[in-house]
């Protein structure tokens, strides 16, 4: 038992040719992700040299 595809319904183009003969190209990619940027190092400098100024004022409070 065969059954038979109406001529309508067969496609003789791909699904991408078809898309676009009845609808356009489509939208473009979307851009490549940015580049990471290395946080590590300098968020450890500067949490040292908070680190470093608050002793500094803890003490100097301290001896006040």
């Known amino acids: 038992m065969s059954q038979s ?3 309508w319904a067969s496609s003789s183009q791909s699904t991408s040719e078809a898309s676009e003969d009845n ?3 489509g939208p473009p990619p979307p851009p490549p992700p940015p580049p990471n940027v290395p946080l590590d190092g300098g968020l450890g400098l ?3 040299a908070g680190a470093g100024y608050a002793a500094k004022k803890l003490r100097a409070q301290k001896n006040d």
Request: charged share 10%.
């Open 5 to 7: 595809v109406p001529d």
């Open 46 to 48: 500067l949490a040292l």
């Open 23 to 25: 609808f356009g190209p």
